[in-house]
């Protein structure tokens, strides 16, 4: 199938034909649980509040990008590849921010987090310089890791048609951004077993994520 025969099937079909391939989407992540499919109903019956906190959430992706790069210049490829993914999600933010206007919606004031909030408090600080730079990539490819997850549910079980697509879109997005973080996490450990501790990610995450899934928030 070439590209324009692959342009001429409909959104509905192409949901098909990538259905197989991401049914073990959470697996390739290594997310320990999966989201339940009935968090989209709340979600598409929450549409300018969900809206909303996805728009900070991007907003929250493009400086935690940012406070990277200010903290780490001296490696002038993830200044690089970090830039990129910074200006993404700050194009995400307005892409976010337009849907809102043209539904009628307002942006409303930004949300606290709990989700990310005892991500933080899991992060480790009291380290060297290095564990707490590797420590901070896999705190952003964790948040990127269930925020594709996240859309991917959303585009799979949202009635909404456009924004079914526009999740879809996203979660592809997300999917490059977790693996750049955690690739680099992997590229700049100096006294760090990344293995092993993105293993410890991965289980607080799992555990942590039980008690969330029934509000209207991105990571809720």
Same mark, same amino acid.
């Given at each position: 199938?070439?590209?324009?025969?692959? %342009?001429?099937?409909?959104?509905? /079909?192409?949901?098909?034909? $990538?259905?197989?391939?991401?049914?073990?989407? !959470? #697996?390739?992540?290594?997310?320990?649980?999966?989201?339940?499919?009935?968090? #989209?109903?709340?979600?598409? !019956?929450?549409?300018?509040? $969900?809206? /909303?906190?996805? #728009?900070?959430? %991007?907003?929250? #992706?493009?400086?935690? !990008?940012? /406070?990277? $790069?200010t903290q780490n210049s001296e490696h002038q490829d993830l200044v690089d590849e970090l830039t990129t993914i910074a200006l993404e999600e700050m194009q995400h933010f307005q892409m976010v921010v337009n849907i809102i206007k043209e539904r009628g919606y307002t942006l409303g004031r930004e949300r606290k987090d709990d989700y990310v909030g005892k991500l933080v408090k899991f992060s480790k600080k009291d380290g060297s310089r290095n564990q707490a730079f590797i420590d901070r990539l896999l705190f952003a490819a964790m948040i990127e890791a269930r925020s594709c997850e996240r859309f991917r549910v959303l585009s799979q079980n949202i009635k909404d048609e456009a924004l079914a697509k526009f999740y879809h879109e996203l979660m592809v997005s997300e999917a490059t951004h977790y693996t750049?973080?955690?690739?680099?996490a992997r590229k700049y450990a100096v006294d760090v077993d990344v293995d092993k501790r993105w293993k410890e990610w991965l289980e607080f995450e799992g555990n942590l994520i039980k008690s969330y899934g029934n509000k209207e928030a991105i990571h809720g």
């Open positions: 199938m070439n590209a324009n025969e692959w %342009e001429e099937i409909s959104f509905k /079909t192409k949901k098909l034909c $990538i259905c197989s391939y991401f049914l073990n989407f !959470a #697996a390739m992540l290594g997310l320990k649980l999966l989201t339940d499919p009935r968090w #989209a109903n709340i979600a598409e !019956a929450n549409l300018e509040e $969900i809206l /909303t906190d996805h #728009a900070w959430c %991007e907003q929250k #992706a493009a400086s935690n !990008a940012i /406070t990277l $790069i750049t973080f955690l690739n680099f």
